[in-house]
């Protein structure tokens, strides 16, 4: 008979063996976000030029904070509830219902203010066309919020392969959609339009799949469960718009420092350093629902062992992504054939810089709310976006393009050290 520690070793093993497949089927998805992210921006740059592709980036900037409103936390609720018990199907179908019942209404009303602030972002950023490519893009909010909360359940079951399926199949159609944009001669102030489409596509499959899992009994009322999202979700809702707006600062506020073509420069440097990043993001995906497991289980000191050995391997993954993206920029700005992209090199470096001396404790990130303390998360991301921010006022009217990515880079340290020590204090946990 095989003794406690023995099958305890081989459960380990087994748990490491499915997170490094899923991580890679993840890391596999993040490739196609590369090739299809390249091959958007390509497009756009060579097509329309940086002042469109500055205003594209201003629509994407508004479009990712006002989806954090439609989503509303209840994504990330929905993903920590059903981590907690996966394969408990009553409950699962309980807490699925429970979420979309508010998704659905609160993706309504975000998608109707994202219309309504399309003059004044429209005026406060002096760009005429952001107005005309948040209205192509409102749709596309709308789905994106219901699509959020979806993956979200494929997520917390650990369906990792479909998940990243999924996620590639969103890229695949956002360049489809702007080859639908190109084809049907609209004007580059509607480009954002590849994300309607590429939404809309996405919700049929998705919608499918997830709905084998609300059928039969559920235990518990729905409606409790939605009670249970919208108060976890009014209480994280604002950490996911800060997480957002903090990803997009350095752009929002170049905007009103510096002119299109500038903010398009940047945009560009920023869009490929957004993709190395997503190397975290597989990461951080694949370990919540771990996270949310064994807090909830409350084994600390084992997850402890998986968090230190994730991090050192992270901090080794990530060093070589970012050498080989750095050395690889200037034959990304060789095949765009667009001069003025060239200043982009030393912001996306210094941009490397910042998320290399955060990247082992990037996938952790969302610990707090793996532990359902959405309020504390909440505080954290505050105090993360305030930095941000002071940063980049303090730094763009002296530095301009560069100034905007070292005070992005500096908050992604401070964010580190902000997470490890309240981690520590409010769970227990040692990053």
């Not at 002042?51 to 904070?65: E, K, R, T």
């Not at 959609?177 to 954002?192: P, Q, T």
């Not at 709905?211 to 235990?219: L, N, T």
């Not at 340290?413 to 409010?426: G, H, K």
Request: positive net charge.
């Amino acid at each position: 008979m095989s003794s406690p520690g023995g099958i305890a070793a081989r459960l380990r093993g087994a748990v490491s063996g499915k997170f490094q497949q899923d991580a890679l089927w993840n890391l596999a998805s993040v490739a196609m976000l590369a090739l299809c992210g390249f091959a958007i921006n390509l497009g756009i740059g060579r097509e329309y030029g940086a002042a469109p592709f500055g205003v594209y980036n201003q629509v994407w900037a508004a479009y990712i904070f006002f989806s954090q409103l439609a989503v509303g936390g209840i994504d990330r609720s929905a993903l920590r509830a059903i981590a907690e018990a996966p394969h408990d199907r009553p409950r699962v179908a309980a807490t699925i219902l429970g979420a979309l019942a508010p998704a659905l209404a609160l993706a309504l009303f975000a998608a109707a203010l994202f219309l309504a602030s399309a003059p004044v972002l429209a005026s406060a950023l002096e760009s005429p066309g952001v107005a005309d490519g948040i209205v192509a893009a409102a749709p596309g909010l709308f789905f994106f919020a219901l699509n959020k909360v979806l993956l979200a359940v494929v997520n917390a079951q650990q369906r990792m392969q479909a998940y990243a399926l999924y996620s590639s199949l969103r890229y695949a159609s956002m360049f489809g959609g702007l080859l639908f944009v190109m084809a049907s001669g609209m004007d580059s102030s509607r480009i954002a339009f590849l994300f309607t489409f590429a939404e809309t596509i996405l919700f049929v499959p998705l919608a499918l799949d997830v709905a084998r899992f609300v059928r039969g009994p559920a235990r518990g009322r729905w409606s409790e469960w939605a009670r249970e999202h919208v108060r976890y979700g009014a209480k994280s809702f604002a950490s996911g718009m800060l997480l957002e707006l903090n990803s997009r600062v350095d752009v929002l506020m170049l905007g009103l420092f510096l002119d299109d073509g500038h903010v398009g420069v940047y945009s560009f440097a920023a869009f490929v350093a957004e993709g190395v990043y997503q190397v975290l993001v597989v990461l951080q995906n694949n370990y919540n629902p771990i996270l949310a497991e064994h807090i909830s289980a409350g084994k600390l000191r084992e997850l402890e062992a998986l968090v230190h050995k994730g991090r050192r391997v992270t901090y080794a993954l990530f060093a070589g992504v970012a050498l080989v993206a750095f050395g690889g920029f200037p034959v990304l700005l060789q095949v765009l054939e667009r001069p003025e992209f060239a200043s982009g090199w030393l912001p996306f470096g210094l941009l490397l810089v910042g998320m290399l001396f955060a990247s082992g404790y990037m996938p952790f990130a969302q610990t707090l709310l793996m532990a359902n303390k959405p309020g504390w998360h909440t505080l954290m991301m505050s105090s993360v976006v305030l930095v941000n921010i002071f940063g980049n006022a303090a730094l763009i009217p002296a530095f301009g393009l560069e100034g905007a990515a070292a005070a992005t880079g500096l908050c992604l340290v401070c964010a580190t050290i902000l997470l490890r020590d309240m981690v520590m204090r409010l769970v227990g946990l040692r990053l």
